[in-house]
């Protein structure tokens, strides 16, 4: 029956990813980026030309009002978004069953790892060179300092994040023992109430918040030392997703005795569409084509696809890391290796659940960046806005990453004689 359950899970997992695309069309993913950009542009602006006189200081105050609002709102809203998020993705995977599902889970959670710590091995040899003598705010300064805002709305979280963590990991797996119906349905609504806060709320507003940010930062003089610090953490991933897709093609190439450039290139036309759309789900027809050029079948491509543009986050995974470990070194954090480590464990399963909008996955990795690297507010605004800028990048090599799976799966199963295109029953 592997044929038919491939087939039943291809079926679930599509109609989940064309929900969360229906989130928010694509064409909006193209308008956020061209909003945040412009945030960016405006913020610096308002904030050289408040700080010229000191009734600016009247204006800046009333636009940091929003400012404290929203970081309050989004200290609350983060427990939920774990609780909401990650608990229904490990319900839902652990439900299923089969061998075949289970190796498509190894091998995306091993090139998702795999991206999380050799980004880390690089960044820590290259970021001493390339970022010396840089410097972003302080991890426990005041970015609002000099135009604190006049009032704001206390907004206590329910939980803190890693009670909301482990809460989430603790439901997800019990849920995917005990098949309980009636509280899964409660989790999957939940689930739709936080898509759409972070579609219909935070997403729309996070331009304004961004806006505020760097004015913020341009007041108090800092803001050529982040900009500074941007061009390079661009240039630096841009070139990790090239060096990291030659790895896991030269990987499929080895496992399935093909030309590894000859793989990555008929993978090209996933790769652009995806720098277009800045979404997986949107991608699919794509890959799936793409993926079968490289001769994969049909019954392995179908499968493989779907799924893993909901749990292969490879490529999302190295821009948090590479921005993240910038955030770090900049600020004179100290973060031991083992704590990092912890965080790329913890990132790599809550990103399951990433919702199907733009800048769904560094909204999921709030969460482990609060709780297991101490981020304070101000450094996660920089971390959305750095990751939205790039956010094309990161999906182009999610995607063209989905192919290598794809291509070791169909090697793996066509050895075993586990699989065929006109298999009907096992």
Request: aromatic content about 8%; some cysteine.
């Amino acid at each position: 029956m592997a044929c038919l359950y491939a087939n039943k899970l291809l079926m679930e997992n599509t109609m989940s990813l064309e929900n969360q695309s229906t989130l928010k069309p694509v064409k909006f993913q193209a308008k956020l980026l061209i909003k945040i950009i412009t945030a960016i542009i405006i913020g610096i602006v308002l904030g050289l030309i408040l700080s010229l006189f000191s009734g600016g200081v009247v204006i800046a105050k009333i636009l940091m009002i929003f400012n404290s609002i929203f970081s309050n709102f989004l200290s609350f809203i983060i427990p939920l978004l774990i609780i909401g998020l990650v608990a229904p993705g490990i319900g839902h995977l652990g439900r299923d069953a089969g061998k075949l599902l289970l190796i498509t889970i190894v091998l995306a959670y091993a090139f998702t790892l795999f991206s999380g710590f050799s980004t880390y091995g690089i960044a820590s040899l290259l970021y001493p060179f390339m970022l010396d003598g840089a410097a972003l705010i302080s991890p426990d300064a005041d970015v609002s300092k000099g135009i604190q805002a006049y009032f704001t709305i206390d907004m206590p979280p329910i939980m803190s994040v890693t009670s909301a963590l482990i809460f989430a990991f603790v439901l997800g797996f019990g849920l995917a023992v005990t098949k309980t119906e009636k509280i899964m349905d409660v989790v999957d609504d939940l689930r739709i109430i936080i898509n759409k806060i972070i579609s219909s709320v935070i997403i729309p507003l996070l331009p304004l918040y961004i806006l505020t940010i760097f004015m913020s930062i341009t007041y108090v003089g800092e803001i050529g030392k982040v900009l500074a610090v941007f061009i390079k953490i661009i240039i630096l991933i841009f070139i990790l997703t090239a060096v990291l897709l030659l790895i896991f093609f030269s990987i499929a190439g080895i496992v399935a005795h093909k030309n590894p450039l000859t793989l990555l290139k008929r993978m090209m036309p996933a790769y652009i569409t995806a720098l277009g759309t800045s979404s997986s789900a949107a991608t699919i027809p794509v890959t799936l084509e793409s993926t079968l050029s490289n001769g994969v079948r049909n019954s392995i491509a179908s499968f493989a696809v779907p799924l893993c543009a909901t749990i292969n986050l490879s490529g999302s995974m190295l821009k948090i890391v590479a921005c993240s470990l910038a955030v770090i070194y900049t600020t004179g954090m100290d973060i031991s290796f083992s704590q990092y480590s912890a965080f790329i464990f913890t990132l790599a399963v809550a990103m399951v659940a990433a919702p199907g909008v733009p800048g769904g996955a560094i909204m999921t990795a709030l969460a482990p960046l609060s709780a297991v690297l101490g981020f304070s507010q101000e450094t996660n605004a920089l971390m959305i806005a750095l990751y939205i800028v790039m956010d094309s990048f990161g999906t182009a090599t999610n995607v063209t990453g989905d192919g290598a799976i794809a291509v070791i799966l169909d090697k793996i199963y066509k050895n075993d004689h586990n699989l065929t295109e006109d298999e009907t029953e096992s």
